[in-house]
């Protein structure tokens, strides 16, 4: 019988360890709207997490318009500086520190692999008091696709130096349930970001908790321990 | 045999009719904050539409504080001022329009009953160009129990002089599916406030559209005719 490695967490950033999701939205649907484009609200927030790029074409495709360049990079610079001033009370999820530290503390391996580029998740690692230094991150930056191709779950583990098929991908989105399934890693998802248990486990997820806190409840029923 | 009477349909107004509840969710969130209060902003999304005086009493259940009605008073007032700062945007849904003005051209009886007040209300009924003298609008100043109570939709049928085992509850959470089921109406959800397809279903949905353009564009499906 081949030994088996212990299982680690891959975890999602925004909606997940932070809660982030909300603010996101609004601040894309403002970005959208300075450029004249009309998009209901609950269609940008089930497409948050997912790569930026794939969501300006999705909305492309679905509106019928087509960005330009310049369109596409005013509307990046809007949602950033409508974040930036919405954001500055953005708190970490329950749990989410209490859960990570436990991981620390009892030799887990955990890495964050996020869809957001370096620049927006640097102060929401702050915030959960993550020395990327210390921790591996990877961001949008780092890889050719984001979710939900597997590329940043994939590049997180290779960071940890363990094997994608021992892995949780802890996230709030459809996104990471199915960027999970295709590294080949196990789903676990949570509410914390406003989807439904259902669309989570319809997408992938194996098993499906309220957020960190409620995780950390159930830590032992998932391969959590040293 | 009985004589059937044609379908009626009673809408919910905040995510059914317009593109209003992420705004709601964030002004909620906003005056708890100011109160000293954290909640993870997904578990407000999923109270929008209930009636206040639950939603706080559910709030203070989960949180273990105590609420003076000063500090009640406060949070009305501070959602209300946060939600009016930013509503100014606030639009229609898709198809919003278009369906109740297909109704109204088909004889086909429909009204709008709200858990919120008419003093928020107003302006969201001169987004629609529904005039509330001539259309049977319900508000929360109206009965003595809001959603997931059936009262507002019983006031809407009887306003609308039908019988409510005939009528079509139309909404987006599961607090209009709730109240469908108690006052024995159909209920139809649609996902434009935010809740997964199933949420609804369970709930008690008969039907899912994504808004109200998806329901017009399958209206001979519901008796939607004259």
């Given at each position: 019988m081949k030994a088996r490695q212990p299982t680690s967490f891959l975890f999602d950033l925004d909606g997940t360890l932070v809660d982030s999701v909300y603010d996101h939205v609004l601040a894309w649907h403002d970005a959208l709207q300075?450029?004249?484009?009309?998009?209901?609200?609950w269609r940008i927030h089930r497409r948050i997490g997912m790569s930026g790029g794939l969501f300006t074409r999705a909305l492309a495709r679905e509106t019928g318009l087509e960005f330009s360049d310049e369109a596409l990079a005013r509307m990046r610079s809007h949602h950033a500086a409508h974040y930036n001033a919405h954001s500055s009370n953005t708190k970490a999820l329950p749990g989410a520190r209490e859960l990570l530290k436990y991981l620390?503390?009892?030799?887990?391996?955990?890495?964050?692999?996020?869809?957001?580029?370096?620049?927006t998740?640097?102060?929401?690692?702050?915030?959960?008091?993550?020395?990327a230094d210390k921790v591996p991150v990877v961001t949008r930056d780092l890889v050719a696709y984001a979710k939900p191709d597997p590329d940043l779950f994939l590049a997180a583990a290779e960071k940890l130096g363990i094997e994608i098929e021992t892995a949780c991908v802890v996230g709030d989105s459809i996104w990471d349930m199915l960027s999970a399934q295709r590294a080949r890693a196990l789903g676990i998802g949570f509410l914390s970001g406003g989807y439904g248990t259902d669309e989570l486990q319809r997408s992938g997820a194996y098993r499906v908790f309220d957020d960190p806190a409620d995780m950390l409840a159930h830590?032992?029923?998932?391969?959590?321990?040293?």
């Amino acid at each position: 019988m081949k030994a088996r490695q212990p299982t680690s967490f891959l975890f999602d950033l925004d909606g997940t360890l932070v809660d982030s999701v909300y603010d996101h939205v609004l601040a894309w649907h403002d970005a959208l709207q300075k450029e004249g484009i009309e998009v209901s609200i609950w269609r940008i927030h089930r497409r948050i997490g997912m790569s930026g790029g794939l969501f300006t074409r999705a909305l492309a495709r679905e509106t019928g318009l087509e960005f330009s360049d310049e369109a596409l990079a005013r509307m990046r610079s809007h949602h950033a500086a409508h974040y930036n001033a919405h954001s500055s009370n953005t708190k970490a999820l329950p749990g989410a520190r209490e859960l990570l530290k436990y991981l620390t503390d009892n030799y887990i391996p955990w890495a964050i692999a996020t869809s957001g580029r370096m620049a927006t998740a640097g102060p929401v690692l702050k915030i959960l008091g993550v020395d990327a230094d210390k921790v591996p991150v990877v961001t949008r930056d780092l890889v050719a696709y984001a979710k939900p191709d597997p590329d940043l779950f994939l590049a997180a583990a290779e960071k940890l130096g363990i094997e994608i098929e021992t892995a949780c991908v802890v996230g709030d989105s459809i996104w990471d349930m199915l960027s999970a399934q295709r590294a080949r890693a196990l789903g676990i998802g949570f509410l914390s970001g406003g989807y439904g248990t259902d669309e989570l486990q319809r997408s992938g997820a194996y098993r499906v908790f309220d957020d960190p806190a409620d995780m950390l409840a159930h830590i032992d029923e998932i391969g959590g321990r040293r």
